[in-house]
């Protein structure tokens, strides 16, 4: 299927009023949550993901993945009025847009932030239209070595690129592979780690523990931190940009699209990177540096766009090959696995309407982001100052209802409240859990495509070192876990995620 047949393809099915007013509830609530901090992407789209197995996996995902770049939007809302940001990778735009918002130019701020997400999310769209088809086209050609490869450097990867030190990492990585293996084995039919209990003989229910480590975890977290919310809110005036903000971020918001579109693919923390990248750059090429951390518009239009890119691509590894970059994706892999759609490269064959059905999507979300986040403005600020005691219990309740509907089973509540506390005690040991999904997903993929790969070369390991595509991966990820030892990698790795912290 071309291009273009694809699009049309995407349209009809995105165009339908079911697909249509899923993608408004999914952008809307996105936008919500990410002005609520804590209340992030990840936690909400793993409380939801059992609410979706009665729906189309097309229109799941749609919503999901309005949710998703929904929340990218919201983050600036109330990093630039009350220097908060909703989201981590929001966290640079408070620099500069809390202190425009301390000017009297909030309305300026939110235009700049809102206009370059959409220029950005655009972009970002036509991206995954013109890379997509080419890497999944690439990707047929993979055998069992390259995705084994592809899944060490992902896990690699999320190590390094994850706040936190390298050892929690790897323990982290490696605690999500070992729940991976709970189960029975699909080669032998043996049972592994079950102790004996008929409930974990279908393993680990991918749902419940993200949900209980998002989920709950989130909830527990945000009860702590209640009395540290700030009240005040920045009084928004015009929101239209002059002439001379025009002309002052255009081109950051060209320069951290750019930047958004090529990180975003990355696996590991693609969002923060873009965001922190895109304002160092601009920083160090601007004729008044002096200005950034002032109220310097650049330093918002330029972070906003690079992130909101970030957010569009990042579904390119995760719909083409199976592998998700982040936690985030990982979560959308696992609402696609319980529809019965599997991601991969055939995905554009076999389900050619999900796919271009998204991509569609995904620009008609960017659009309704832009007509909603600006003329209600003031509604979204206003939903910090909801005291979290009121929103916890129907969390909560929501929560456990939709972990139950699963498979009626009251050890999956039970099992979701030990891994929301887990998730509680991560976050208080600076574990980030992150990895810990990625592994629990990537874990089970990595053994399989081990497994096949020395079936197939029968026992000889030197068949990862002959392929050219699975060498040169495993060469990247070594760099990387070297390159963390150099003090100067690991003092720019530092100062970028202490930010997030």
Same mark, same amino acid.
């Given at each position: 299927?071309?291009?273009?047949?694809?699009?049309?393809?995407?349209?009809?099915?995105?165009?339908?009023?079911?697909?249509?007013?899923?993608?408004?509830?999914?952008?809307?609530?996105?936008?919500?949550?990410?002005?609520?901090?804590?209340?992030?992407?990840?936690?909400?789209?793993?409380?939801?993901?059992?609410?979706?197995?009665?729906?189309?996996?097309?229109?799941?995902?749609?919503?999901?993945?309005?949710?998703?770049?929904?929340?990218?939007?919201?983050?600036?809302?109330?990093?630039?009025?009350?220097?908060?940001?909703?989201?981590?990778?929001?966290?640079?735009?408070?620099?500069?847009?809390?202190?425009?918002?301390?000017?009297?130019?909030?309305?300026?701020?939110?235009?700049?932030?809102?206009?370059?997400?959409?220029?950005? #999310?655009?972009?970002?769209?036509?991206?995954?239209?013109?890379?997509?088809?080419?890497?999944?086209?690439?990707?047929?050609?993979?055998?069992?070595?390259?995705?084994?490869?592809?899944?060490?450097?992902?896990?690699?990867?999320?190590?390094?690129?994850?706040?936190?030190?390298?050892?929690?990492?790897?323990?982290?990585?490696?605690?999500?592979?070992?729940?991976?293996?709970?189960?029975?084995?699909?080669?032998?039919?043996?049972?592994?780690?079950?102790?004996?209990?008929?409930?974990?003989?279908?393993?680990? %229910?991918?749902?419940?523990?993200?949900?209980?480590?998002?989920?709950?975890?989130?909830?527990?977290? %945000?009860?702590?931190?209640?009395?540290?919310?700030?009240?005040?809110?920045?009084?928004?005036?015009?929101?239209?940009?002059?002439?001379?903000?025009?002309?002052?971020?255009?081109?950051?918001?060209?320069?951290?699209?750019?930047?958004?579109?090529?990180?975003?693919?990355? !696996?590991?923390? #693609?969002?923060?990177?873009?965001?922190?990248?895109?304002?160092?750059?601009?920083?160090?090429?601007?004729?008044?540096?002096?200005?950034?951390?002032?109220?310097?518009?650049?330093?918002?239009?330029? !972070?906003?766009?690079?992130?909101?890119?970030?957010?569009?691509?990042?579904?390119?590894?995760?719909?083409?090959?199976?592998?998700?970059?982040?936690?985030?994706?990982?979560?959308?892999?696992?609402?696609?696995?319980?529809?019965?759609?599997?991601? #991969?490269?055939?995905?554009?064959?076999?389900?050619?309407?999900?796919?271009?059905?998204?991509?569609?999507?995904?620009?008609?979300?960017?659009?309704?982001?832009?007509?909603?986040?600006?003329?209600?403005?003031?509604?979204?600020?206003?939903?910090?100052?909801?005291?979290?005691?009121?929103?916890?219990?129907?969390?909560?309740?929501?929560?456990?209802?939709?972990?139950?509907?699963?498979?009626?089973?009251?050890?999956?509540?039970?099992?979701?409240?030990?891994?929301?506390?887990?998730?509680?005690?991560?976050?208080?040991?600076?574990?980030?859990?992150?990895?810990?999904?990625?592994?629990?997903?990537?874990?089970?993929?990595?053994?399989?495509?081990?497994?096949?790969?020395?079936?197939?070369?029968? #026992?000889?390991?030197?068949?990862?070192?002959?392929?050219?595509?699975?060498?040169?991966?495993?060469?990247?990820?070594?760099?990387?876990?070297?390159?963390?030892?150099?003090?100067?990698?690991?003092?720019?790795?530092?100062?970028?995620?202490?930010?997030?912290?």
């Amino acid at each position: 299927m071309d291009i273009f047949s694809g699009l049309l393809l995407g349209l009809q099915t995105a165009s339908t009023l079911t697909n249509f007013t899923y993608c408004f509830a999914g952008v809307l609530l996105g936008t919500a949550v990410g002005v609520l901090p804590g209340l992030g992407p990840i936690a909400t789209i793993s409380m939801l993901l059992p609410f979706t197995f009665g729906l189309p996996a097309d229109t799941a995902l749609i919503m999901l993945a309005g949710i998703f770049y929904g929340s990218q939007y919201g983050g600036s809302t109330t990093a630039i009025l009350m220097n908060l940001p909703g989201e981590a990778s929001s966290v640079v735009t408070t620099l500069d847009g809390h202190a425009m918002a301390k000017q009297g130019k909030a309305g300026r701020a939110l235009a700049a932030a809102a206009i370059g997400s959409f220029f950005a #999310g655009t972009v970002g769209t036509l991206f995954i239209v013109i890379a997509a088809p080419l890497l999944a086209g690439m990707a047929l050609s993979f055998g069992p070595t390259e995705y084994f490869s592809l899944i060490v450097l992902g896990l690699v990867t999320s190590m390094v690129l994850t706040s936190g030190s390298l050892l929690t990492g790897f323990g982290m990585v490696l605690l999500g592979m070992l729940l991976g293996m709970v189960g029975t084995d699909v080669n032998s039919g043996a049972a592994r780690y079950t102790f004996g209990s008929p409930d974990l003989m279908d393993g680990l %229910n991918f749902v419940v523990i993200a949900t209980g480590i998002f989920g709950l975890g989130d909830v527990l977290a %945000n009860l702590e931190n209640e009395s540290t919310r700030a009240a005040s809110i920045a009084k928004v005036s015009s929101l239209f940009p002059t002439r001379d903000d025009w002309r002052r971020m255009t081109g950051p918001i060209l320069r951290g699209t750019g930047i958004g579109v090529l990180l975003g693919v990355l !696996p590991g923390a #693609g969002l923060l990177l873009s965001s922190f990248s895109a304002y160092a750059l601009e920083k160090k090429i601007s004729n008044h540096p002096d200005e950034f951390g002032k109220g310097a518009i650049e330093g918002v239009a330029a !972070p906003e766009a690079a992130n909101n890119a970030a957010a569009q691509t990042a579904f390119i590894p995760m719909l083409t090959l199976g592998l998700p970059g982040t936690a985030t994706m990982a979560l959308m892999i696992g609402a696609l696995v319980v529809q019965g759609v599997q991601p #991969g490269p055939n995905i554009l064959v076999e389900q050619p309407a999900l796919f271009w059905g998204l991509v569609v999507s995904m620009w008609i979300g960017n659009l309704l982001l832009l007509i909603l986040n600006l003329p209600l403005v003031g509604l979204w600020a206003k939903l910090i100052s909801i005291p979290y005691r009121y929103l916890f219990p129907l969390i909560c309740v929501f929560t456990a209802i939709g972990v139950y509907s699963i498979r009626n089973s009251a050890f999956d509540v039970y099992l979701m409240t030990l891994f929301g506390v887990l998730g509680y005690v991560f976050r208080k040991a600076g574990a980030e859990p992150a990895p810990l999904i990625l592994a629990l997903i990537l874990g089970p993929m990595a053994e399989e495509y081990l497994r096949r790969a020395l079936l197939i070369s029968h #026992g000889n390991a030197s068949v990862f070192f002959t392929s050219p595509v699975s060498i040169g991966t495993l060469l990247i990820a070594a760099v990387l876990l070297v390159s963390i030892l150099l003090p100067s990698f690991r003092r720019v790795r530092e100062e970028g995620l202490q930010e997030v912290d």
